[in-house]
């Protein structure tokens, strides 16, 4: 079985998109949460548990999976990860042009 480049690019494009998609539900629940309960600050506590999420995930994909899969999910949570600080700050974001 060969690996071409298509399928390389085709992995790419699947990580690229988790973290978006991660960094946009992020900032959707944060600020859907800011609406519902202004006085909480329930969005620093997503944003820890995603960050442990991740961690978690590229610690077990090294210690445990390894090899291109353990790298995939290392990826995966480094994408949890920076998903999670992008949407934290798209939603500090919204918060300081809602004001305004």
Do not use: Q
């Not at 071409?4 to 949460?33: H, N, P, Q, Y």
Request: proline share 2%; charged share 20%.
């Amino acid at each position: 079985m060969s690996f071409s480049k298509r399928e390389a690019g085709d992995v790419w494009s699947i990580l690229f998109v988790t973290g978006i998609v991660t960094a946009c539900l992020f900032a959707g629940v944060s600020v859907l949460m800011r609406m519902r309960f202004p006085d909480k600050s329930r969005p620093e506590w997503m944003l820890a548990g995603l960050i442990v999420l991740g961690v978690f995930a590229i610690w077990y994909s090294l210690v445990y999976v390894r090899g291109w899969e353990g790298a995939a999910l290392g990826m995966l949570g480094f994408n949890v990860i920076f998903g999670a600080i992008a949407g934290y700050l798209i939603d500090k974001a919204i918060r300081r042009y809602r004001k305004r």
